[in-house]
């Protein structure tokens, strides 16, 4: 039987939302990080950073379906989807060290507190907090649908929280005139900031070095697959991502003498797609429990003409 091995979905959803919110993030990113130098507030400048991370979450999300829609090719057989963790990684690590940074900056501005121009981090604060309303209303639609649109949501949802802190600390400084109010934001800004790049960062490097996916316990799938009617072992079982969203799987299943093995792949193809969302799956079906040495007397092989692989897809 031959199957359909292209992964790629067929309708990209949500994606001008997603264009528009990250021309909207983008934009002001650009104004903050201008007006943190201009109105010399480090509160503002830590706010951008995490501005950037939001920005870096929807481009994430765009390269996501961008190069999730293109096929595998001769040089690319599981297609381009990793890009997705490198770019992650990369961004990421700057990020951090732009946390760093503020933190560093912080602390000497506790020694000497310096003046900071409250109106102006007033304003643009606000005119932040309107893009963020503006771009949580364009991806509200599509974050109960997609993972991609809801981790974009979210990131874009609590940068709303930052320009919100920014203007409660403008306003403070403008009627106190205490002007360590702003690395004292800076600070909280910051500890908000970091955590949540060293989540991306662990993510990122987690795909690359094709770790078990966010969220899917590997002895429970064992467990799962061992447990299937017609089973009697799984061996050389892994499981990894192709993307943040994307998990694969290839296992070596030992059937019972009496079992049918192209029935026995459907249920258990089905079984990994309901109780894991697992859909990329390659079983190989064995008679006789091999161990460490490749079969050779079974229905399938590892290598050979009597190759039997089932790919599970299921439509969502």
């Known amino acids: 039987m031959a199957h359909d091995h292209n992964h790629a979905p067929s309708e990209i959803r949500h994606e001008k939302p997603l264009w528009w919110a990250l ?18 507030s480090l509160a503002l400048l830590s706010d951008a950073a995490h501005m950037a991370t939001d920005t870096l979450g929807l481009m994430i999300a765009l390269v996501a379906v961008r ?3 293109r096929p595998p090719d001769a040089q690319r057989t599981y297609g381009y989807a990793r890009l997705e963790a490198l770019g992650a990684l990369a961004n990421g690590a700057l990020l951090f060290g732009v946390g760093i940074y503020i933190l560093w900056e912080a602390a000497a501005r506790f020694r000497a507190p310096q003046e900071v121009a409250s109106g102006g981090v007033l304003l643009i604060a606000v005119f932040g907090l309107v893009i963020n309303l503006v ?9 109960g649908e997609s993972l991609n649109v809801k981790g974009a949501y979210l990131e874009v949802w609590s940068d709303m929280l930052g320009s919100v802190a920014v203007i409660i600390g403008a306003l403070a400084i403008r009627w106190t005139g205490w002007q360590w109010i702003d690395p004292v934001l800076a600070v909280l800004i910051g500890l908000w900031v970091l955590p949540r790049t060293w989540v991306l960062l662990r993510e990122a490097i987690n795909v690359l070095l094709e770790g078990v996916p966010k969220g899917i316990d590997l002895g429970a799938v064992r467990q799962a697959l061992a447990s299937q009617p017609g089973v009697e072992d799984v061996h050389d079982l892994h499981v990894w991502a192709l993307a943040s969203s994307t998990p694969a799987l290839t296992a070596h299943v030992v059937m019972a003498d009496s079992a049918d093995a192209d029935g026995l ?52």
């Open 23 to 40: 021309g909207l993030t983008s934009l002001f990113l650009l104004a903050e990080v201008v007006g943190a130098f201009v109105t010399n």
């Open 67 to 69: 190069l999730g829609r």
């Open 135 to 143: 771009s949580m209303r364009l991806l509200q639609a599509g974050s």
């Open 265 to 316: 792949r459907r249920a258990l193809g089905e079984l990994l797609h309901t109780r894991f969302d697992i859909d990329h799956v390659t079983l190989q079906v064995e008679e006789g429990h091999c161990g460490v040495v490749a079969c050779t007397t079974g229905k399938a092989s590892a290598h050979g003409e009597d190759d039997e692989h089932e790919h599970a897809h299921h439509g969502h």
